[in-house]
């Protein structure tokens, strides 16, 4: 039998794989095509595929609770993107990205600290590893100029969003994974277009980008069941720190694919990524 300690470990890095490559399409989409088009398709993707996979492989409904927690695990979702996306935006990638990547691996792992008690001293330190991996990937203390207290509200936003998405799925079921995601995809399409109609900051991507659009979608769902099933075999807090190594995966694929140099403090923080990877696993 596998142990539950590798389980959660090896879900949380194909979570944290799915969700770079995810962020990546979407990324490379977005350059091309209105970012809230892009969001709203690759949540409407991830409705049909983890449908007719619960349909497909005959996943029991869950009770009612479960349902309702992956609902708001869905409205938890889509506040974060839309606050991580205008804080992109207003032009302060430096503070933003890294900023609401460590507070959504820290949000989940303080609820774990009171709920599951503290994890293993070596466990521990290949957490603080990992939070300075996400901050240097993510290209935390790039930006120079000064910092007001208004800007953090967006990325605190996001990262709260994120985390609170974390401690949500956690909670769905611990027998159903694909039914509760497919609620919480509804519910981040409703609240996306509530937010778009409001905006009126939608376009339909063009043709040449689409395909781009729903690969993206793809790979986020497969991170997002992964997770599910990172979450269920352990530790929620190991769970959401492996999967959090996400950016590490985004800024490969741009170092492999689109021959983008990635900075001194990235490999260092892709160094550190390796390093927490055997501190948690070991």
Do not use: C
């Not at 983890?50 to 009612?64: I, T, V």
């Not at 609770?65 to 992109?88: C, D, E, K, N, T």
């Not at 609240?191 to 043709?207: C, D, E, G, H, N």
């Amino acid at each position: 039998m596998i142990p539950a300690e590798f389980l959660v470990v090896f879900f949380g890095l194909m979570a944290a794989i799915s969700w770079g490559a995810g962020d990546f399409s979407g990324g490379f989409a977005s350059k091309r095509a209105n970012v809230y088009s892009v969001v709203l398709i690759t949540q409407a993707v991830g409705v049909f595929l983890l449908a007719a996979s619960a349909h497909l492989m005959a996943e029991e409904m869950p009770p009612l609770g479960g349902m309702v927690w992956g609902a708001v695990a869905g409205v938890f979702i889509s506040i974060g993107l839309l606050a991580l996306y205008r804080g992109l935006s207003q032009g302060r990638m430096g503070f933003v990205a890294p900023i609401s990547a460590v507070v959504a691996a820290s949000v989940p792992v303080i609820y774990g600290a009171f709920y599951e008690g503290l994890p293993a001293v070596h466990q521990m330190i290949g957490f603080a590893f990992a939070f300075v991996a996400v901050w240097l990937i993510a290209g935390g203390g790039d930006e120079s100029s000064k910092i007001e207290r208004t800007d953090l509200i967006l990325p605190l936003i996001a990262g709260t969003g994120f985390g609170l998405f974390f401690i949500s799925i956690d909670r769905v079921s611990d027998t159903a994974v694909l039914w509760p995601l497919t609620a919480a995809r509804i519910a981040a399409v409703i609240t996306l277009l509530v937010f778009i109609a409001l905006s009126k900051q939608v376009y339909i991507p063009p043709k040449n980008v689409l395909p781009v659009v729903i690969i993206a979608g793809i790979f986020d769902t497969a991170g997002n069941t992964f997770f599910a099933l990172a979450s269920q075999a352990g530790r929620l807090d190991i769970a959401s720190i492996t999967s959090s190594l996400y950016p590490a995966g985004t800024v490969l694929l741009a170092w492999l694919i689109l021959k983008e140099k990635l900075s001194s403090k990235q490999w260092t923080g892709v160094a550190a990524a390796l390093v927490a990877i055997v501190f948690i696993s070991a």
